[in-house]
């Protein structure tokens, strides 16, 4: 078994060049074929990579779909985004762990299976949906649940198992100028080809076209500093790491507009690098440009149909050397996994990933459009902005300027989930209201909406009049309906639990802040919480908002602030004395943490 076990290993090594930096695709591969990374797969990756053994253990223990013990030959992963749970996945879960007689998380003796819960899988619209050894199966209900209890037991391959069961709807609700558009492959790059590189970032800017990732940064800008900084090697790299829960759009273009995406990259590489003049020559011959697509684990079913589509451009002239026979406009995009790890959606933790690190985020500045992929200059954008980018070149900025508002132009694609009669993607011109998204939807007796994921922004019946703009409601693509029935505690509960679980650890604000403002939760939850406590909250939530290294520990509290706003009747029912007294012991809470550093300011 150990020969066999070095034997693939150095298989693996060769196939990726003996590469330090594509360390995590080497261990995703080889966990796909144990279901777990053997010590003797270290060991061997160590001496060929010239790493140390405790460096790959570290980037083993960071992404949580990488494991040191094995799962089992049926690794069952649950979504367990409120969501889901608000469709019975809390049941499912119990379901599967009783008939397969498996505690959670913990491996059948016999080796057969490991039942789990995991982060939103970007299936929302179609839940309770679950991963098996990766693969989702979505719509679980007790009949489906039996069955695949019976595969199981009787040891049946995936690949025998019902073609339904990992059927994937696209759940298309409402369509606008993105999901219209019928343009040609390579349009876009003859438009570069025939306008020049200069004119059509003009249009990018003109467009005013910001990033569809949410934090709505001028793309043109971002292309600009990566055009302007000093190399001879530049990256073009799409994010589509969508680990916001409840967010599920970049998916669907993924499935049904692969080839916009891929082209909005190439323009971009175009435009960064391989400059073209108006008549169509390279200008600067020398400058080297490089991509990838950052696809999140839980898409690794996307992973072969998006190869494919890069081959059928390679083989179209649209990707590769010389494209559309430009001599010297070369540019060509790896896929890149993730491993389950929320914050690599931050664009510079994506970067330590994608040089196969631990997915930590970097100080900034030097933001990665001036030093990124291997300290060269790198822009970094969400799948949705790419798609747009195409669209302009394609079509021009007037075009795109005729819908939406005078600061956010274009429209929004949104992952519509929860409590509606017609959940799934629908794209919107910004300015839209929320109401009339909620009618559009079938959404009736709605108390809230949680805009952009757990890090967005809960927002009340009495404000949805207000509407989808980067002046307004910035909608990252997350939009969950919650009904009068709905306890928003839950939301809260299991929201607090999501940033607990995915703290990459490196800050103390954040790492210490969440597991406390979880505690606290839990503690209202359970009507044992004071007046005290929640003041306390809010002093925590200023902290983590004004000390965290990076985005998720300053927006980790951003639910509990919201809904303590906007309805503080929800807490004042749950507690359980009226004076300010305060039953949470948080010196006492703290006093493993200062044990364990040995200082005690922490």
Request: proline share 3%; hydrophobic share 35%; charged share 20%.
């Amino acid at each position: 078994m150990v020969m066999k076990i070095n034997q693939f290993t150095d298989e693996i090594i060769l196939l990726f060049n003996q590469r330090p930096d594509k360390l995590l695709q080497m261990l995703i591969k080889i966990q796909r074929q144990y279901s777990y990374i053997p010590q003797q797969a270290i060991t061997q990756l160590s001496r060929k990579l010239l790493l140390t053994e405790a460096n790959i253990l570290s980037v083993i223990g960071f992404y949580s779909f990488l494991h040191k013990k094995s799962r089992g030959s049926y690794d069952l992963r649950i979504s367990d985004n409120i969501t889901d749970q608000m469709l019975g996945s809390t049941a499912i879960t119990s379901m599967f762990s009783n008939k397969l007689s498996v505690q959670l998380a913990i491996p059948r003796k016999d080796g057969r299976v490991c039942v789990d819960s995991t982060s939103c899988i970007g299936m929302s619209d179609q839940g309770p949906a679950m991963l098996v050894n990766g693969m989702p199966v979505v719509s679980l209900n007790k009949k489906r649940v039996e069955s695949i209890c019976q595969l199981i037991e009787s040891n049946s391959p995936l690949n025998q198992w019902p073609k339904s069961f990992f059927h994937i709807k696209n759940n298309i609700q409402r369509k606008d100028i993105l999901l219209t558009d019928c343009s040609d492959n390579g349009a876009a790059i003859s438009a570069l080809i025939n306008q020049g590189s200069q004119n059509i970032h003009q249009q990018i800017e003109h467009s005013n076209l910001r990033g569809r990732g949410g934090a709505g940064f001028h793309t043109s800008l971002k292309w600009r500093s990566c055009k302007d900084a000093i190399a001879k090697r530049r990256y073009v790299v799409c994010n589509a790491d969508e680990g916001e829960p409840g967010t599920f759009k970049d998916r669907v273009l993924l499935t049904t507009q692969p080839d916009k995406v891929i082209e909005g990259m190439t323009l971009c590489a175009g435009i960064i690098g391989n400059e073209i003049d108006n008549n169509g020559r390279l200008e600067n011959s020398d400058q080297l440009t490089g991509g990838f697509i950052y696809l999140r684990g839980e898409y690794e079913y996307l992973y072969k149909s998006l190869q494919r589509v890069l081959q059928r451009r390679r083989d179209a002239g649209l990707l590769g050397k010389n494209i559309l026979g430009v001599k010297g406009f070369d540019f060509d995009i790896e896929i890149h996994l993730g491993a389950g790890a929320y914050i690599c959606g931050e664009e510079s933790a994506l970067i330590e990933s994608l040089e196969g690190k631990r997915g930590i985020p970097r100080n900034r500045p030097p933001f990665p459009a001036i030093k990124g992929y291997n300290n060269q200059p790198t822009v970094v954008n969400n799948v949705e902005t790419f798609v747009n980018a195409t669209l302009i070149a394609i079509h021009g900025a007037c075009w795109f300027k005729k819908i939406g508002t005078a600061q956010s132009r274009g429209s929004k694609l949104l992952s519509i989930s929860g409590d509606c009669d017609r959940p799934g993607v629908y794209e919107f011109p910004f300015g839209t209201s929320i109401r009339h998204i909620l009618d559009d939807c079938g959404a009736q007796n709605v108390q809230a909406v949680q805009v952009s994921g757990p890090a967005g922004f809960t927002i009340p019946a009495q404000d949805f009049d207000r509407y989808i703009g980067f002046e307004d409601v910035p909608a990252g693509g997350s939009f969950m309906i919650f009904n009068q029935q709905r306890n928003l505690l839950d939301m809260v509960k299991n929201f607090g639990e999501f940033f607990v679980n995915e703290s990459c650890g490196f800050c103390t604000p954040c790492r210490v802040g969440c597991s406390l403002l979880m505690q606290m939760i839990d503690r209202v939850h359970q009507k044992i919480s004071t007046n005290h406590e929640l003041c306390e909250i809010k002093k925590l939530s200023h902290l983590m908002i004004q000390t965290s290294h990076c985005g998720l520990g300053s927006s980790a509290s951003n639910s509990v602030m919201d809904t303590l706003k906007y309805f503080p009747k929800l807490y004042q029912q749950q507690l359980n004395h009226s004076d300010d007294e305060s039953l949470f012991d948080l010196q006492g809470e703290l006093l493993q943490a200062r044990q364990l550093t040995g200082d005690d300011n922490v």
